[in-house]
């Protein structure tokens, strides 16, 4: 029993469960809680039937609900009928309410058409008039805004910009931001900025045309700061000669006919310059028009662009002042392109002084120095490569005279050109080299055009005008009666004055060089000096290696370089008058003029001395001897006598020379020619010598002995001269004499007869003799005295060829 009441139990269990759950859905249901999908879910389970079972709780539970809802209609009926009732009683009443209530209403409406329509007119006049104050007020606003712009736009019109920048300065600050809510000034807003591009570029390019206007108009700015520069220094230098008569005076003693002209000039142009006195100075103001770089700079300054504005001005003026530092390839042909090049860097940094001077910021003095430095160095550069292809010494002096109109007027601004004066240090050494090459075409003019003669004067007034051009003093030849002549040919007073006039021109470079006068009497003395040593003395030393200077022409150069050389010392008074310097100053340079004419007459005695043995040379070659003759013609060789004639002729004209140089020439001609003897009995080609031939060459040393004792030259002491011939003399006694026993015995002491003959010499004469007896002698051998003399000779020619063996070997 216990068994079956546990299952039944568990079954009304479930039993209760579904019921709960069935209950739970359909309150669910009931509440409209949404959704509905877990709910039946869990109705419709896996249990059997569960879908009928709660069809039938769902129909339970409507009809529960039907019964609830017919007892409430029940209760409330009898209420609702009695409400009906009353509704209908009402509805005659609210009929004939309506009926009045309409009637009253349209009374009502009737009468106050017209004061609506009154009012409405009210409403709309004050609305009309409200917005008409508004507008008032809103224009008020407005009009000082438009107003500026109009202004604004006025002065776009009439190009000022700056005023412009300054309006849309208050219309951005002060104005605009009023009425920023109006359409129009957002317009004005957006077109501000573009305005103010605009201006900029406007600006910009107002700037762009002024840079190029300097560009074009710089050599102009600058060829007026220079005259204005050379003007004012040159009426300074006129005031400062006129208070100081002394150096006037001593430069009048050494440059009167320059300084005449100068001073002339001078004056009239310190004449000029008093008239224009009165007229207004130009200044780079007066020549270029400087409101766009203000214009501009103020623009950029207002725009916050200052920094910008001052960059790319530094960078085109950089550009431009190398496109002016460029130089022109043919510069250099004329004064005219140097000028041009220095006027166009004058007016540049005449240009950035001004803009330095009359802005701030813009330009400062670091940068306007570190732009010259650079420039100056590129100057510097082209001047140094230009001026090297000058070969004209006037060009080189314009070249001088601009730079230093250039470096004052430069300097007056303020630029420091201390390296400009250097570098005219250097174009001075180069002025000098033209110079020297332009002396050096004159020289050689000047004695190519000599005669070579000593200069005729036929009265005192010739006398007078050669004195004048050259100090010449002898006491002698003033005794003498005209006419007369100079010593010195043409050349002489010719060169002195060239040598003048050299020294003025080496002292016109001098001049402006800011030096003093001790340094300008060193440079002349060494301009000079270069003249007198290199360039004179080269022309002189080709003037005498030239083949048509005779003798008679190197004479008279030995003579004229003697009085050259007297005349230095006046050329050093020169010197000293001009620059006011004594010669007594220790650093006082001397000229060297006297080694350079002492050199120039060595050079002209050696030339003689070669001029004569070449003609004795000349002389030798046309001898024609024969050297198989049997006996001589009892006469010396007509080529001898003539040789004799000449040199008598020439050493009269040696009377000029001085008496060394004289006999040097003399003795020398005589030694070449007894040389030229010896060499012509020595010769090696020349294989026999007969007798006769001797005796004939003996008479031709006879004459030229007579010449040596004749004293063709005065001076020599005794028979100095003739022992120019005593190897000839005692190698001829030998073999005339025929004295070889005394030869032999006596050779090697100091009291030989015949000491000065040479025993190769001997030997080489004898083997010639020798030979030519044994052809001219064929039947010597059957003649007993020709045959002793041939063993003679066999035997003299074995001892002489040992004493030449012996001489070898102790050699």
């Not at 920023?180 to 900029?200: T, V």
């Not at 050669?466 to 030849?477: A, G, N, R, T, Y």
């Amino acid at each position: 029993m216990a068994r079956k009441s546990r299952p039944n139990m568990s079954e009304m269990y479930l039993e209760e469960n579904k019921d709960q759950i069935y209950e739970n859905a359909l309150a669910e249901i009931e509440s409209f809680e949404l959704p509905l999908g877990t709910t039946l879910r869990s109705v419709y389970d896996d249990q059997p039937n569960a879908h009928q079972r709660f069809m039938e709780k769902l129909d339970a539970c409507i009809r529960n609900h039907d019964r609830e809802i017919e007892k409430m209609c029940n209760f409330h009926h009898q209420g609702f009928v009695d409400a009906i009732t009353e509704l209908l009683k009402v509805r005659a009443d609210a009929e004939k309410l309506k009926v009045q209530v309409t009637d009253t209403n349209r009374r009502l409406q009737d009468a106050g058409k017209e004061v609506i329509a009154q009012t409405e007119e009210i409403i709309r006049c004050r609305v009309q008039q409200r917005n008409i104050t508004t507008v008032v007020e809103k224009l008020q606003l407005c009009l000082p805004v438009l107003e500026m712009y109009s202004k604004l736009k006025e002065q776009m019109k009439v190009k000022r910009y700056y005023s412009a920048l300054k309006t849309m300065e208050q219309l951005e600050n002060l104005y605009l931001p009023r009425v920023s809510q109006y359409r129009f000034c957002q317009i004005m807003m957006e077109n501000l900025p573009k305005l103010r591009e605009e201006i900029k570029e406007i600006s910009m390019s107002d700037l762009k045309d002024f840079l190029e206007s300097i560009r074009k108009h710089s050599d102009r700015i600058g060829e007026t700061a220079m005259k204005q520069a050379q003007q004012q220094k040159t009426f300074s230098t006129t005031l400062q000669k006129h208070n100081n008569v002394n150096y006037s005076r001593n430069m009048h003693l050494g440059r009167s006919r320059i300084l005449d002209s100068k001073n002339e000039m001078t004056l009239k142009r310190t004449l000029e310059e008093d008239d224009d006195h009165d007229e207004e100075v130009l200044t780079a103001q007066d020549l270029v028009d400087f409101s766009p770089v203000y214009r501009c700079l103020h623009i950029y300054s207002v725009l916050g662009d200052g920094e910008i504005f001052e960059n790319y001005y530094r960078k085109q003026r950089r550009k431009q002042a190398r496109l002016v530092l460029q130089p022109q390839s043919s510069m250099h042909e004329t004064v005219e392109g140097y000028r041009r090049y220095f006027s166009q860097i004058v007016g540049f940094f005449v240009v950035e002084d001004h803009i330095l001077h009359v802005t701030q910021g813009l330009v400062t003095r670091t940068y306007t120095d570190e732009l010259w430095n650079m420039a100056l160095s590129k100057i510097i550069a082209v001047l140094r490569t230009h001026s090297s292809y000058c070969n004209d010494p006037d060009l080189v002096l314009e070249l001088k005279n601009l730079i230093v109109v250039f470096a004052d007027t430069l300097q007056g601004y303020g630029f420091p050109v201390n390296r400009l004066f250097d570098l005219l240090f250097e174009i001075r050494d180069q002025y000098n080299e033209t110079l020297l090459k332009k002396w050096s075409g004159l020289f050689r003019d000047i004695f190519e055009a000599d005669n070579y003669s000593p200069i005729p004067v036929a009265n005192e007034e010739e006398y007078k005008i050669v004195i004048s051009k050259f100090p010449f003093q002898d006491s002698e030849l003033d005794k003498q009666s005209f006419p007369k002549k100079l010593p010195m040919s043409q050349s002489v007073p010719q060169i002195y004055i060239q040598v003048k006039e050299f020294i003025y021109a080496s002292l016109k470079f001098s001049e402006s060089l800011h030096r003093s006068s001790t340094e300008i009497d060193d440079m002349l003395r060494k301009s000079t000096n270069l003249l007198l040593t290199r360039t004179l003395s080269s022309c002189l030393q080709n003037l005498i290696k030239k083949p048509h200077i005779g003798l008679t022409e190197l004479v008279q150069i030995i003579i004229n370089t003697t009085h050259l050389e007297l005349a230095c010392k006046y050329l050093e008074d020169f010197i000293s008058n001009i620059t006011n310097i004594s010669q007594v100053t220790v650093h006082t340079a001397r000229l060297y003029g006297l080694s350079t004419f002492k050199d120039a007459r060595h050079a002209a005695e050696g030339e003689i001395y070669t001029k004569l043995n070449q003609k004795i040379d000349e002389f030798i070659q046309i001898a024609d001897y024969d050297w198989t003759m049997s006996e001589s013609d009892g006469r010396a060789s007509g080529y001898l006598m003539d040789l004799i004639n000449f040199l008598r002729s020439t050493f009269q004209v040696f009377t000029h020379l001085p008496g060394k140089v004289a006999q040097t020439a003399c003795m020398s001609a005589c030694q070449h020619l007894s040389t030229s003897l010896m060499q012509m009995l020595l010769d090696t080609e020349l294989k026999q010598i007969s007798m006769g031939a001797i005796q004939q060459f003996n008479l031709d040393v006879i004459q030229c002995e007579l010449f040596a004792s004749s004293e063709p030259v005065p001076g020599f002491q005794g028979d100095t001269l003739q022992l120019a011939f005593i190897d000839l003399r005692q190698l001829l006694d030998l073999f005339m004499v025929w004295d070889w026993s005394t030869y032999l015995a006596d050779y090697g002491q100091a009291t030989s007869k015949y000491l000065r003959v040479n025993p190769s010499t001997a030997l080489t004469l004898l083997e010639k003799m020798r030979d030519s007896s044994k052809k001219n002698n064929i039947f010597a051998q059957f003649r007993k005295n020709d045959r002793d003399k041939q063993k003679l000779i066999e035997t003299v020619v074995k001892q002489l060829r040992s004493l030449v063996n012996g001489m070898s070997q102790h050699t």
